[in-house]
């Protein structure tokens, strides 16, 4: 998400302190891109909550028995409960070579729904609403015609959205990300994963208020960001790269249960994306379920706070 509140950041990033590890077995339908699986191998520079890393690049310290503590947003009643948008919907994969009909309308973006992030959003609303939790895909390209303001313009959405459904507690802002080498080369982030496949590894990138502008409770936002990461690699180990905490808002200041996503890179093909996405959609909807299931119930007897606080500290 390089543009937002008036930053501007380079939509090339390369993980900070991680080490790349060649994926040890060859992938199916390789869209050409080298592929690499990008891993923390060093704590220092981050924040290590459980199985989680943060890179935070604000001001503000980190506190592990904050993070463990169980997040604001829980699911409740009526429909939709979940928001999904695209701020950069045009953000697009690298599809097999000879694909036919694609149309790109800038640097890996395209408007074609097939191949870019909106695609994603399409398998996660599925994957979420197969769990039963009722969702709300907002398919519109944001950053199309014009870059520049595709965040103001999707938070004016979010506001209606929210007016119109005050149901809705969580909103997810899905991206991709883009990585090259020093010579400008894309590469492709994966995790093998047995008897599942090779998705696209993924990062959750949570805003603060480092930049000066109003957003009070972003560290609730941060809560969540580490309890579902921390579900996520319990069950995929390698499937998300760390957290990584900004300055800018990211428009997660319209709730407590905003998490903005970065399914893959540019070189991942969309296959690659769009299987990381029903994971983290399948992982996501168990977390939320568990937090709503009431004290007792959840397996073991734990209530969904001593839960949370148990599997944060693993």
Request: glycine share 10%.
């Amino acid at each position: 998400p390089p543009e937002e509140d008036g930053e501007t950041r380079a939509p090339v990033t390369v993980p900070v302190e991680e080490t790349p590890v060649e994926p040890a077995a060859p992938i199916a339908a390789d869209n050409g891109v080298p592929a690499k699986t990008l891993i923390p191998t060093d704590p220092s520079g981050y924040t290590v909550c459980g199985r989680v890393y943060i890179s935070n690049s604000t001001s503000h310290g980190l506190s592990v028995p904050e993070l463990q503590k169980p997040f604001a947003a829980s699911l409740g009643e009526g429909e939709p409960q979940v928001l999904i948008l695209h701020t950069h919907g045009s953000e697009a994969y690298t599809p097999v070579p000879g694909t036919e009909g694609i149309v790109w309308s800038g640097d890996y973006r395209t408007t074609d729904y097939r191949y870019n992030v909106v695609k994603v959003g399409d398998e996660m609303a599925e994957v979420l609403g197969e769990a039963g939790i009722s969702v709300l895909h907002d398919r519109t390209l944001y950053d199309y015609p014009n870059y520049t303001g595709a965040y103001d313009r999707a938070l004016g959405s979010i506001r209606k959205y929210l007016e119109q459904y005050p149901s809705i507690r969580f909103v997810l802002d899905v991206h991709r990300d883009a990585i090259e080498d020093g010579q400008g080369n894309q590469y492709k982030a994966v995790s093998e994963i047995e008897g599942v496949g090779v998705p696209a590894q993924m990062s959750l990138v949570m805003g603060s208020d480092g930049s000066g502008l109003e957003h009070p409770d972003w560290l609730e936002n941060l809560r969540l960001a580490v309890a579902v990461q921390q579900d996520v690699l319990e069950h995929y180990p390698t499937l998300m790269r760390p957290v990584l905490l900004r300055n800018s808002r990211y428009n997660q200041h319209a709730t407590t249960g905003s998490l903005l996503l970065e399914v893959g890179a540019a070189g991942n093909s969309p296959e690659e994306a769009i299987l990381a996405g029903r994971l983290f959609a399948e992982r996501f909807a168990a977390v939320l379920k568990e937090k709503g299931e009431p004290a007792g119930d959840a397996e073991g007897g734990d209530s969904p706070e001593e839960e949370n606080g148990r599997e944060a500290a693993s």
